[in-house]
């Protein structure tokens, strides 16, 4: 499902998803986008060796996916965030708050569709009150280096 909505804060929507949909804002008119989203979905690298990197991000895909709890062995629904960077390379994390976190970025610079430039951003890791990790995405200013 391609998402052309600029303005709101819900860019991505993660709300009882049905399990496989794909939200992104790659132009799929053509062969080479189609070939674009494909080959991210397919070869994304894992997002958490590329911490606190600088990367130009060009595009993003939101996939909802299940997981399966390591110790409970528990099967629940999540969504997976791609990064797509100018370079062409694909970076993954299964992160709701990853998700909230560009769905909040989309609302105040738009969305990837609509920008003039790749966006600078980092993704760094966070741990909340109780001690859980999470990822967040955050605004590079180029500039200011």
């Known amino acids: 499902m391609e998402n052309n909505n600029s303005t709101a804060l819900v860019a991505f929507n993660t709300e009882n998803t049905e399990l496989g949909t ?3 804002f790659i132009d799929t008119s053509t062969r080479e986008g189609k070939i674009k989203l494909y080959s991210a979905l397919q070869n ?3 997002l958490d060796e ?3 990197e600088t990367m130009l991000m060009s595009n993003a895909v939101a996939q909802a ?3 399966t709890d390591d110790q409970t062995g528990e099967i629940s629904n999540t969504v997976r965030v791609i990064i797509v960077t100018a370079d062409g390379k694909a970076y993954s994390a299964t992160s709701p708050t990853l998700a909230a976190g560009l769905n909040t970025m989309f609302g105040i610079f ?3 569709n609509t920008w003039d430039a790749p966006l600078p951003i980092k993704v760094v ?3 909340s009150r109780r001690g859980f990790k999470f ?3 955050e605004p590079v200013d180029e500039e200011a280096k």
């Open 65 to 67: 996916v299940q997981v």
């Open 110 to 112: 738009g969305t990837p």
């Open 125 to 127: 890791e966070r741990r």
């Open 50 to 52: 590329h911490l606190n």
């Open 22 to 24: 794909v939200q992104h």
């Open 135 to 137: 990822f967040s995405i």
């Open 44 to 46: 994304a690298e894992k």
